[in-house]
């Protein structure tokens, strides 16, 4: 894994880099107030700006998504692995798009705008969580936990958009959400430099 991962960040570094810097925020959050839709910030953290919704963003009622993976062959989604979503540690993955509680996400808003908590369907008392027990860096694991709200920075995402999918950015430390080459079914999700890799492309849709 850790060989192919080194494999892929030399071929990305081909296609446009995209510099993304993490930022200590002060976070209010609301469970009960998901977004009605996703927003966007730019690639600049110390300069956010709103964009417009990418036109693929079927906006209709609530803030609850797939999250896709917009270039994979075989229509794979980010999953929580059903067997594990119940204890902390859980682990995150790929899978055939399917339609059940372990692909849906709620994007619950903060005061940050372009900054989110996610949360899986199938267990909403659980976060999107970047492994943070050696500091981040490339292929820290993503993995579901206890929400733990405000403060706990490796619970929150920034939405950056891309010209045709979005980069779900950890604010950690502003590495993405990466799939493996193949977007295999079971392959673990990890973090990794941002370096406009196909597989760091995610398109949330709304159910």
Same mark, same amino acid.
């Given at each position: $894994? !850790?060989?192919?991962?080194? @494999?892929?960040?030399? #071929?990305?570094? $081909?296609?446009?880099?995209?510099? &993304?810097?993490?930022?200590?925020?002060?976070?209010? &959050? +609301?469970?009960?107030?998901?977004?009605?839709?996703?927003?966007? &910030?730019?690639?600049? $953290?110390?300069?956010?700006?709103?964009?417009?919704?990418?036109?693929?963003?079927?906006?209709? =009622? +609530? +803030?609850?998504?797939?999250?896709?993976?917009?270039?994979?062959?075989?229509?794979?989604?980010?999953?929580?692995?059903?067997?594990?979503?119940? !204890?902390?540690?859980?682990? $995150?993955?790929?899978?055939?798009?399917?339609?059940? +509680?372990?692909?849906?996400?709620?994007?619950?808003?903060? *005061?940050?705008?372009?900054?989110?908590?996610?949360?899986?369907?199938?267990? @909403?008392?659980?976060?999107?969580?970047? =492994?943070?027990?050696?500091?981040?860096?490339?292929?820290?694991?993503?993995?579901?936990?206890?929400?733990?709200? #405000?403060?706990?920075?490796?619970?929150?995402?920034?939405?950056?958009?891309? =010209?045709? #999918?979005?980069?779900?950015?950890?604010?950690?430390?502003?590495?993405?959400? @990466?799939?493996?080459?193949?977007?295999?079914?079971?392959?673990?999700?990890?973090?990794? *430099?941002?370096?406009?890799?196909?597989?760091?492309?995610?398109?949330?849709?709304?159910?």
């Amino acid at each position: $894994m !850790r060989f192919t991962r080194q @494999l892929r960040r030399r #071929a990305a570094l $081909m296609v446009a880099a995209v510099t &993304v810097a993490a930022v200590p925020v002060g976070i209010a &959050v +609301g469970h009960a107030n998901a977004a009605p839709f996703p927003r966007f &910030v730019s690639v600049r $953290m110390d300069d956010v700006r709103v964009n417009q919704p990418i036109t693929q963003i079927n906006l209709r =009622d +609530g +803030g609850d998504y797939n999250v896709t993976a917009n270039f994979s062959p075989n229509n794979s989604c980010l999953d929580a692995d059903s067997d594990t979503i119940g !204890r902390n540690g859980g682990k $995150m993955q790929t899978w055939t798009c399917n339609g059940t +509680g372990f692909q849906k996400w709620a994007f619950d808003s903060t *005061d940050v705008t372009g900054l989110y908590e996610i949360r899986p369907w199938a267990n @909403l008392n659980r976060c999107l969580d970047a =492994d943070n027990r050696f500091g981040g860096g490339n292929d820290t694991i993503v993995q579901v936990w206890d929400c733990h709200g #405000a403060g706990q920075r490796n619970q929150f995402w920034w939405l950056v958009n891309n =010209d045709d #999918a979005l980069f779900l950015v950890s604010n950690l430390d502003g590495r993405c959400i @990466l799939a493996g080459d193949t977007w295999a079914r079971g392959d673990t999700v990890v973090l990794w *430099d941002c370096l406009g890799q196909p597989q760091s492309k995610w398109l949330p849709v709304t159910f």
